[in-house]
């Protein structure tokens, strides 16, 4: 008697996680961030906390606590430097956009002209033997840098230093990831221009299209606009007030996937249109965070120096509110990282208050 033999099973085949080197660089940023806190308040070393957290298995979280002896490398960091600083906030409106954008290594450099070519003549197909065209255009400079500072200081109170350590970095980990999501989008969408501190906001210079009658209307509007600039039209990305960026969804459905709609904290009725391929990001290292318990801080989201002498006929100016972090008890987190960002002419286009 013959048996047929049964058909072999086959298993689902293993897919990498594309996210998972992101997820497991942020895990280790917080990780050190909470060790290098809670060594200072504790009057400890890192590695102590390290052994008592079971978190000296982490060799990442070793290498972010040695860095200002032992450099990061690049390949520690997934991406570059710009990635890492929006992981710390993966899902808010810059770090979706600059995932999208030119990343530009300024490792060294002060700043950069990043060419863009316009008008340039396309390809064309060729009989055999036959000469090539060689391709004439203008190319016009996008200057990118140098890099600016953004930092934050988060004062929390005392009673964290009795914490955990898991429990201590989940506290970290929220300052921080509203800290970035906040501070980047209100520069980064706003219509300022450059000054000695931050880049110029992607709006700045742009003149608003006049609002249509529909939702159609206002987005066609966009596109052309972009793809009369010689940019290339399908690699714009719609950022819009969060009512906008739900409208679109619902309205286009999944006709709409080769364009990105991404929500963020804008005026309402504002869509804005980026093409990608003509913003470039950089970044120069990753998040530096540091911890005091002494300082004196000026409590305002402007701040200015604690005091400033007399200038005749006024008398000396005192900044209010002041606490000092050992009165109260209280200890005060800072982050620090670096990233600039420039538009080429005509990537940006912008309606205001439309109608839908």
Partial sequence: MSTALAPARQGIPFRADPSAKAR?????????????VLSR??????????????????????????????????????????????????????????GLAVKVDLAGISSFSFPLPSNFTEAK?????????????????????PVRKVALIGALTGEMENLSAPVASVIIGHVLKVAVDKGLAKVLFSAD???????????????????????????SALVAAISAAGLDAESVV?????????????????????????????APGTIIA????????????????????????????????????????????????AVSLFQVDAFALRCIARVTWSAAPGAVQVVNSVVW
């Fill in 238 to 266: 719609f950022v819009a007030a969060a009512e906008q960026a739900m409208a679109i969804r619902l309205a286009a459905g999944p006709l709409f996937a080769s364009y990105r709609v991404i929500g963020a904290p804008i």
């Fill in 41 to 98: 308040l504790q009057k400890t070393s890192a590695e102590s906390i390290l052994r008592d957290t079971g978190w000296h298995h982490d060799s990442l979280t070793g290498l972010i606590l040695r860095a200002p002896v032992e450099p990061l490398k690049q390949a520690d960091v997934p991406g570059d430097s710009v990635a890492a600083l929006m992981l710390l906030a993966p899902q808010s409106a810059a770090a979706k956009l600059f």
């Fill in 24 to 36: 497991a660089w942020v895990e280790s940023f917080i990780r050190a961030a909470t060790v290098r």
């Fill in 193 to 219: 221009a450059a000054t000695e501190a931050a880049p110029a906001g992607l709006l700045h210079g742009v003149t608003p299209i006049t609002a249509g009658a529909s939702m159609s209307e206002d987005l």
């Fill in 125 to 145: 197909f060729v009989i055999e033997g036959e000469p090539i065209s060689v391709g004439q255009g203008t190319f016009a400079g996008l200057p990118l840098g």
């Fill in 274 to 321: 980026i093409a990608t391929d003509g913003l470039a990001v950089a970044g120069d290292g990753i998040p530096v965070v540091d911890v005091s318990k002494n300082a004196v801080l000026h409590m305002s989201d402007t701040p200015t120096d604690i005091g400033l002498p007399a200038v005749a006929p006024d008398p000396n100016v005192i900044a209010t509110p």
